[in-house]
């Protein structure tokens, strides 16, 4: 049982380039978020997908799309990488919505 | 927006005193939720007190809520060096199609 995992650890991209985080729970979990965080602040949400087959917009989604795969996978696309999109990104999955909420171990990610 | 914002932003204590963490919030909830963060990793439920409790306990944790005064405070009893990390609480606000709205956290250091 490995919870949530994410994929990949580390990444350096350039400005203009794109790329998927991946994002896999095996807790048979409904609901998966994806977060950033940035220093020194707490986590802010970008997409969830409440359940399998539906995907809303969190509090700063604008530069990224996701696509709930199946009710294992929720991963995270940046098209055109912009500095402003160097974070850690937290995917995190629960059983229901707005429960406690179960975090993978991040992507470092900065953008040059 | 962060709906909850945590003080002390940083506290230093010596192994074996207690910790409180405050954390205030700006509309009606549900309920409100603390987890820790250690250094480089994801964060890690702790505890869930719904709108409807007043205390909460958990191990050496205490969770206190006063809907009144839109506050809450984790206790952290007998402090050790591995309870050193981050601490943020979360709140779920009503209305907000229930998505956790995460503070920008205290930062626990427990000296040996």
């Known amino acids: 049982n490995a919870g949530v995992t994410q994929t990949p650890k580390f990444q350096v991209l350039k400005t203009g380039q794109s790329m998927t985080l991946q994002c896999a729970q095996d807790m048979n979990h409904n609901s998966m978020y994806w977060y950033r965080q940035d220093p020194g602040m707490g986590l802010r949400l970008i997409y969830y997908s409440a359940s399998e087959g539906t995907t809303d917009k969190g509090e700063v989604p604008n530069g990224y799309n996701v696509s709930r795969l199946n009710k294992r996978e929720f991963s995270l696309r940046l098209e055109s990488a912009a500095p402003s999109q160097t974070s850690v990104y937290f995917c995190a999955s629960s059983l229901g919505q707005v429960e406690t909420q179960y975090f993978g171990p991040g992507t470092r990610l900065l953008v040059l | 927006s962060q709906q909850g914002e945590e003080d002390p932003q940083a506290l230093s204590i010596q192994e074996g005193e207690n910790a409180t963490m405050n954390c205030s919030y700006k509309?009606?909830?549900?309920?409100l939720q603390w987890y820790r963060q250690n250094s480089g990793r994801g964060l890690v439920h702790l505890i869930l007190?719904?709108?409807?409790?007043r205390e909460k306990h958990s191990g050496r944790l205490r969770v206190t809520l006063d809907t009144s005064k839109k506050s809450s405070s984790l206790l952290i009893t007998a402090s050790r060096a591995a309870d050193t990390a981050s601490y943020f609480c979360?709140?779920?606000?009503?209305?907000?199609?229930?998505?956790?709205?995460f503070g920008s956290g205290t930062q626990l250091t427990v000296l040996p």
């Open positions: 007190i719904r709108s409807n409790e």
């Open positions: 509309t009606s909830i549900n309920n």
């Open positions: 979360a709140t779920d606000k009503i209305g907000s199609a229930r998505q956790l709205t």
